[in-house]
T-cell receptor, first 114, second 111 residues
Framework: IAGITQAPTSQILAAGRRMTLRCTQD?????MYWYRQDLGLGLRLIHY???????GKGEVPDGYSVSRANTDDFPLTLASAVPSQTSVYFC?????????????FGDGTRLSIL | QKEVEQNSGPLSVPEGAIASLNCTYS??????FFWYRQYSGKSPELIMF????GDKEDGRFTAQLNKASQYVSLLIRDSQPSDSATYLC???????????FGAGTILRVKS
């Protein structure tokens, strides 16, 4: 079934540890995105990539990094996790990064930083 | 001021009624508008999108856009208990590349 796969589904992590959230899509979409969702704040864009080899910063990029080595994969890395990064993380993709392109979401990763 | 604003709700409607969900946005240059439905503990699911002023209908759902008033709404006709969810309004900003989400409106349909 075509779609977006995120891993892990959930994770509890000690503060200061490094963590990479994985995202893979098989729809050959050019654009991919990472969001975090916090109660009362909605979805906020962390980083995005309009095409393989390029990335850009979203609304809340600090403490996070991404890479886009190929079309299918868009991992999100927390270099040194802090409790404020406790959140639900969603990966999304769209056919392109242009106007009028709906984004489709993975099932999310629930991350708790202790 | 938030870029995309929604009433958090909860909005409660009886089964069979019309549910009206509203969203305002601040960027006059926004060109694309999306409605997502999110069940508790699940990921957002695209319901509808609209680009032009006026109404767009898809089954029981109608999206309405008024760019002059910077207002977009979602009407759900014949509401069902299965429609109970959080509805997220999303608007493109910065040349259509980025999507900004409202915090969502909780809808409860009572049978």
């Amino acid at each position: 079934i075509a779609g977006i796969t995120q891993a892990p589904t959930s994770q509890i992590l000690a503060a200061g540890r490094r963590m990479t959230l994985r995202c893979t899509q098989d729809m050959r979409h050019n654009a991919m995105y990472w969001y975090r969702q916090d109660l009362g704040l909605g979805l906020r864009l962390i980083h995005y990539s309009n095409t393989a080899g390029t990335t850009g910063k979203g609304e809340v990029p600090d403490g996070y990094s991404v890479s886009r080595a190929n079309t299918d994969d868009f991992p999100l890395t927390l270099a040194s996790a802090v409790p404020s990064q406790t959140s639900v993380y969603f990966c999304a993709s769209s056919a392109s990064g242009g106007v009028n392109q709906p984004q489709h979401f993975g099932d999310g990763t629930r991350l708790s930083i202790l | 001021q938030k870029e995309v604003e929604q009433n958090s709700g909860p909005l409660s409607v009886p089964e069979g009624a019309i549910a009206s969900l509203n969203c305002t946005y601040s960027d006059r240059g926004s060109q694309s508008f999306f409605w997502y439905r999110q069940y508790s503990g699940k990921s957002p699911e695209l319901i509808m999108f609209i680009y032009s002023n006026g109404d767009k209908e898809d089954g029981r759902f109608t999206a309405q856009l008024n760019k002059a008033s910077q207002y977009v709404s979602l009407l759900i006709r014949d509401s069902q208990p299965s429609d109970s969810a959080t509805y997220l309004c999303a608007v493109t900003v910065e040349y259509g590349n980025k999507l900004v989400f409202g915090a969502g409106t909780i809808l409860r349909v009572k049978s």
